[in-house]
């Protein structure tokens, strides 16, 4: 009998406790695992290294944080992992564009619905690039050239297959009228190295992806898939820099805009409270120098994107892809 | 010799008594991965590779390519005590290595291997040195047809080995190429042979497939046949060791051909698994003691020991000045590049020489280092094979699972391993060779791609494989090897002679 005011009164301090709980914002409680859906080196890996460093560097969480690769399936594994763990806070998942794109032209066994998005931190660029002792000056040589040949016979490569460097290059085809032949590589240093030993005749790397190459005078850009040249900056050969380097549009091929995001996302069913921890502590990176840093070293765009916005950037970007998938015959039936 | 010149200064930077110590410190951790179940060195680079950053490059490099030696020295020695293979390119030495420490000559085993290392090793730094810039240019000269032909090349150096029937081994070969297939097609980007499992999008990873096969597979004809280790004197053996080592030169032909092999694969990008693999595979035909392959023969430690170490070092050189990571270990280690703020690619070396000149003389004091220390540790892992069956057996259960487990923590890969572990005791019992089967996972996946990236060029006509000269040399030189048993066989049925006895 004497036990049950004990009972009444933890029962009562554990509501007390939980309401306390729930007002205050949400902080993390045990170790977060941060999961790269590529692998070590790659690009999504780099990024996801990068917030993690910084992270750590300002103390702006208090418990640890680890990476973990998850790069399987084109980075399917990864998503798929986290769909898993819905409800779970403590998994945040990086990649790009493909949470979404992905699904809609393989049988992966998620969609980014399942997922929460948090942000895009930043925008990766995408440039035209032919090998340094290619007969081409500018893009409209290129074209002509591709036009006076038969469909087929010029070779395009690029990362993975239906992913973001074929719907480009099936992208240039409609808007060139040519027809390219894509070869799928496993990565974008794999299909520089193949530009610059003249096996393919051109792909659409990231800055990132050819810079080494650039500087080493085995393949150069001819043009930039973005709205404005990119920022200016130190040389990167002995003449040239970024900046010096024309937009697709300005040499008369009209893209006006092709970016891969890169993209932050927690499971489903987290609470609210959750997501707008992370989303803070995500702007709180991007206001770091480190992170100015790591835009400029990787010749990145920084833009960020949550919320409406985020959603609206998905919105578009889903339309966009779905059309060259259509068109291409990519989609599956759902 | 403007590269010797540029090799002194490397070993002016590299010789200093901080870089020294890295160095030991690099190799004792790599060591340790390397032996320790489901770390390995992709994993512990990745560990060290934050200590790094407030390093000068040159430091930090020669850290992490430390550690990678040791790791490498270390899989070896999971291989040959217990028969597991800590990295692919270490399979082609249980063959030969495992029987032998069952055999009672752990120390034997142990020493050939290092010895051969270390001497594939050297080998592929020298050709580093001597022909850095032609090496770089080399590798540009592959594109998707002639990386086919390397491939079809190492798988046809192995198939024509002979030892079991061609059809047994078809069908290990079959069913190695259906298990690379699973998860995402490079280049359709389709999901195939998942089975409708979600996970299984990811692929079946080497590790898993290899713990079970070769671990738990061995273990169960273990039990079977009521297994126990010849009994091994308690001395500890530092006079075989030293015996071992000076007997090597015995081997001088194996050792030169397996080297010549290792750094031929390593520069074309074939890598260090084709290469131990093909280079037994050659040694096997090529030796008079050909009967004695499998059951521990030194030569056949010899072989792929001393290839894969030749094939790892030379393949650095295209991945520092292509910008192309040859492995796992690699690819972390060119992710840490990029964190330094050095740009992996053709002006690496115009631009950084310190770095790299300092890299591939600390790659000459690395190895010495990793060839010392673990040489020392011999006794101590030979003696390992005394402990009694009862206490191994269950150590290796434990090693194998958390082997599998912690290659993406998922409990999906321990029961492929469970299963893995099935279908190697099946093997052994029905006399169907493994190594085809493990050769096929490792490699299928990069031949397919290879094969269809050709077919797109050509849009669809085989003549690509015979319209350059390298590739069509390649491609002629495997349909020789795949062949040459069968001419063997018909010029042997027509001079009824007397074979070589072993």
Redesign the interface.
Known sequence: MSQKPTFAAIAFGLAIGLTGAANAAWQPAKPIEFIATA????GT??FA?AVQ?IITKYKLVEQPIVV?N?A???G??GY??TKAMAGDPYKVVFGTSNAWNQPM??????NYTDLTPIAAMVHDEFLLWVKQDAPYQNVQDFLKAVAAKPP?DV?MGGA????TDETLTRMIDKAAKVKF??????SG??A???L??G??DAHVNNP?ES???W????QRPLCAFSPQRLPDGPKVTATQNWHDIPTCVESGLAIPQFQQPRTVWLPGKVTADQAAFYVDLMKKVQATPEWKEYIE?TSQTDTFLTGDAFNKFIKEDIERTRKVAADEG?LISN | MENLEALMHGFGIALSGNHIFLMVIGVLLGILVGVLPGLGA?NGV?LLL?LT?GMQPVSAIILLSSMYWGALFGGSVTSILFNIPGEPSSVATTFDGYPMARDGRPTTALATAFGSAAFGALAGVVLITLAASWVAQV??????PEYFAVYFLAFASFIGMGGSPPIKTLVSLAIGFALAAV?????????RLTMGI??M???VSFVVAVMGLFGIGELMIAVEEEFHVKAISSRVEWREVFRTLVGLPKHGWALLRSAAIGCWMGITPGGPTAASFMSYGIAKRLSPRRANFGKGEPEGIVAPEAADHAAGTSALLPMLS????GS?TA??M??GL??W?L??????F??QKDFVWGLIASMYLGNVVAVVLVLLTVPIFAALMRVPFFIIAPVIVIICTVGAYSV??SYLDVMLMMGFGVLGYLFKKLHYPLAPLVLAIVIGDKAE?AFR?SM??S?GSLGIFFAKPLVTTLILLGAALLLMPTIWRTIGRMMPRSEVKP
């Open positions: 692998g070590p080196g790659g890996d780099n290294r460093n973990v998850k399987g399936g084109s399917a594994e798929t992992y032209v393989s049988k992966v066994a998620y087929g070779k993975q297959s239906k992913d032949v894509y070869i799928p590589f496993k240093a794999e520089a190295v193949q610059a030993g096996h393919i990132s810079i080494g190459q500087k080493g005078s085995t070293r990519w | 992709p990745s934050p950053f590798a540009l000269a592959f594109g998707p998860g995402i097609d490079t280049v359709s980007g389709s999901v979600d996970e999008v990811k692929g292509l910008g192309i990571p796992a690819a972390v060119m992710g990029m964190i703020g740009n992996p690619g053709p002006m690496l115009v631009e993406s923590n791609d990236q797109l060029m849009k």
